[in-house]
Structures are given as structure tokens and as C-alpha cells.
């Protein structure tokens, strides 16, 4: 009996978890949506494999970074969210990480919000291939380590000024230059150093709206 009422625990503190992590709160008409049923949602999938409820990024011995934009959908001034699993870090001294694109010009010319197995969270430009640093932080307690667990990851991008959440918190508001055209967004994983076998990063859906 006491087994069964621990595992009735766990299952209840799990869906709450859940429910907690959900992309809620974005404001504005729906311009993009997919919980990955299936693989009509327009993304690039040259390296990335659709596992329906899932998308997984999956990085290998050769690739220790994968990233993927939609190919026919474009947002700019929005509300973006994905909800992600994180996977265990493949060694202490190596954190897997998942991220969300945004105002991507292409695949060489974007911006990243990037959460980590080791509990950092992190903002990047990127320009012409290379990235800089916008934000960094180690320990804000808004990502949850706990593999498998789901965290979100929220952007939203209003009249020059970016502002990042992991979890519903609010980590970092910058302004910033936004590219001119139609823009892209998507979804990116990496591993910090090379791994001997594969190791995916989940998403679980991803959302843009026009926001506030």
C-alpha cells in the first residue's frame, strides 16, 4: 500500500511539474503552432528526426551541435516558446543543452536562447557564423536538471527589445538591432564536448504568437 500511494505521489507531483512547465501567458493571435504529430509543420528535418509527440535533435560523435529552422512559416516582433526535455549531461565535465532560434536571417545569422543539463541559461547572436555572447548565467534556479524533466524556454521580441524566460521566469530583458526581411525561427541542441554515442534532446512543442 505505501508503494502504491508513493508512486500515486510521484505521478501527481509530475503532472504538476508538467502543467507548470507549459508555454502559457502568450499574448496575441497564433501565428505558429505544433505539438509534433506529425511532420507537417515545415521544418527542416535534413538533420533532425520527427518521433511524434517528439522532435529530437540528436547529436553524435561527428556533430556535437544541430540546429533546425521552419522553412515555411516567418515571425519577427513575437511571442516564441518550445518546450524541451533536457537529457542527463553526458559527463560532469560535459552539459547537454537546448535552445531556441530566433530572428534568423539563416542558418548563420540568428539569435539563441540556450538553457543547459548544468543549470546555466544563455543568450547569443550570431553573425556570419560566428556567435557572441549577450547574456550568460550559471545558477538563476529557473532551469530544472532533473533529466527528462520538461523546461520552457520564452522569448519574446517587441519594438527593439528582446526579454528571456526559462520556466516563467523573467531572466534578462536587452535591446537590440532586429534584422530586416523575412525572418525564421527554430530550435537548436548541442553537447559541449564530443561524445561517443548519441544523445537526443526532445522537444515537445513549439509556439510563436504575434504578442503584445
Known sequence: MMRFLVAV???LLGLVSSARAACEGQAGTTIFDDNF????????LTTWKMQPPVIVGGLTSQFTSNSTLNTTFNATDGDYCSEVKLPASPAKDNSASAGLLFLATDYNNLFLAMISSN??????????????????AQDTNAVNTTPGAV??????????????????????????????????????????????????????SYKVTSGQ
Open 151 to 204: 523546461n520552457v524556454i520564452r522569448v519574446t521580441v517587441k519594438e527593439g527589445k528582446i526579454t528571456l524566460f526559462v520556466n516563467g521566469k523573467q531572466l534578462k530583458v536587452v535591446r537590440a538591432q532586429i534584422p530586416a526581411g523575412p525572418l525564421r525561427f527554430g530550435m537548436y541542441a548541442q553537447v559541449d564536448k564530443a561524445i561517443q554515442s548519441e544523445v537526443d534532446v526532445d522537444f515537445t
Open 119 to 136: 543549470g546555466s541559461t544563455n543568450l547569443y547572436k550570431r553573425v556570419t557564423g560566428n556567435y557572441s555572447t549577450i547574456y550568460t
Open 9 to 11: 505521489l510521484a505521478l
Open 37 to 44: 504529430a506529425d511532420d507537417a509543420g515545415g521544418w527542416d
